[in-house]
């Protein structure tokens, strides 16, 4: 191969240095051009502004016909080497002055028919102009005016001598570099070519990779009639050591993820990063299907151990996701279509996980779709609509406020509870917009109840995690509230516990400037997770809310009645308001009521109302009988 490269490289030289002399004469000719042109115009230039001069000093000459001021106003010029000769004519085209420079013919007689215009004639060796004398409009004379080209041509000719001196240094500059630039261009095409096919963060083969490979072990399949597997591998939880703890320290666990998936699998079987957290693998002659499920699990185990990283243990789990040719599709683009489908449903079915493809996945998946496609157009077509369920105080039953409920009018399905949506809006990210929906028309409707003089109540409002979580939250919750002109002493924000403490640090400075807009906050599904009692003295709340699964039970499930009561005291030495959801019994709201729970919400008292009833109720006594 060396050799070889040798014999055809010089050849391949010659016509690179012969196009790139071509070149560079093309472009120095038309240079050498554009230089003669502006060189002469310049010239020209000067001449005409010469004989401006000189035709103005004459007039009084031709007026009086005195022609010893006209010669002496002539042999001006001769300051000027280009001039050789300049004679001044009278309107009958007869000489009236000259001057000649000394070695140079005299002016010949006036031949032109036209004087009235200026006339050029020139050429290589001389340039002769003819230009009218004009004194108060009217044409009193003509200027004629010869001059050579020498300092012209000489300037020239300086050009070209070095222009072709810059054109052979190029050259031959052009001639020593363009072996190292063949050897650069080469070493950029491997790189390019590298970079097409390889990840540079993990060095494992790319997407594109993966696609070719794909492709072409799937033809191979169909035409031997046999079976293969692709598998789609997702980390779980990456996101959040990428975000908490930076892209460096991601690339890193990035690597030695693909570093552990390498050393569990055959020598021929090769792992792909087609993603940020994604990896596949496809493994050909899968017939046997248990062989899929033993490689998954292995890849499940491998990274289930510890990562060491920076002196700290970072801990990944992966879900799996597989899909068999020819039982699962014929072509690419299904086969991965499905498997992300598994992986996807072992992700929502707690992580860490391996997932077949079956049917029904894909009517789910497909229902999904459909469902998200759904969403957008309720959105855009106004299909959305608030109720508000009563909060009313356990001793007096008396309406203190209400929360709002997203309800969803189907145009086919009728209403949808939020159970039915919301999920896959989270999912989505449809929930940003739909939550914004929610909150503008809670503030527009806190205005229309403030301007029907209705007593004051407070309106909870939901903000999902995702949401909150959102970089333009706070600009546009202040957006919202100077263009609805809400109250926002009556709004409150119910935000749920395992949200705030995701990033708690942060969460303290968001919820902060929220309640310095003058917005209450409550804790939502208090219970539930898993608050630290150090950042809860620190989140500017105001109200915990106890989730409706623990009030379920009370006063007969002796561990609900210990949550409960232990809540209630809790809230109680922290200065917060609790409010109980779900209340549907008298003996819960009993119990709930003699352990110092202020507040209850649930069917016991009011579903959930549409804006026109809840505006009825408004208007009443505000005082709910127990249902």
Sequence with gaps: ??????????????????????ALLTGSVFLVAVEYASLRNQFISGLELQMRI??????AALLFRDQIAATETLSTLSASPDVDAA???????ERFAEFVRQGEHTVESLTLADTGDIVRRINTQSAEIWQPVIYGGNQVGILYLRANTHNLNYQLLWYIGTTSLVMLATLLGAALLLGRLQRAVTRAEERVGYLANYDTVTHLPNRYAFGQKFQQLLEEAGAQKSVLAV????LDDFKVINDTLGHYVGDSLLRMVSQRLTSVVRQDDVIYRVGGDEFAMILNHAEDVDRVKVIAEKFIRVLSEPFMLDDRNLYVGVSIGA??????????????????AAMYHAKSHGKNKFQLFSEEMHYKSSTRLTLEGELRD????GQFELCYQPQ??????QLLGVEALIRWNHPQKGLLLPSEFIPMAEESGLIVPIGEWILRTACQDIRSWHEQRFRPISLSVNLSGRQFREDGLIDLVARILHETKANPDMLEFEITESVLMDDAESTVARLAALSGMGIHLAIDDFGTGYSSMTYLKRFPVERLKIDH????????????????VATIQMARGLKLEVIAEGIETGAQAQFLQEHGCEIGQGYLYSAPLAKREMEKLLRSGQVLAAA
């Design 1 to 22: 191969m060396g050799p070889t490269n040798q014999k055809s490289d010089p050849p391949v030289r010659r016509v690179h240095i012969l196009a790139v002399g071509v």
């Design 54 to 59: 000189v035709a103005n000093n004459s007039v």
């Design 87 to 93: 004679a001044l004519y009278n309107l009958q085209q």
């Design 231 to 234: 598998l789609v591998l997702d």
């Design 323 to 340: 899909s068999i040719y020819p039982r699962d599709g014929d072509d690419v683009a299904q086969l991965l279509r499905n498997a992300d």
């Design 378 to 381: 309720a959105l855009e077509q």
């Design 392 to 397: 009313v105080s356990l001793q007096t039953r």
């Design 549 to 564: 699964s623990f009030i379920r039970d009370i006063p007969h499930d002796q561990d609900d009645v210990a949550i409960t």
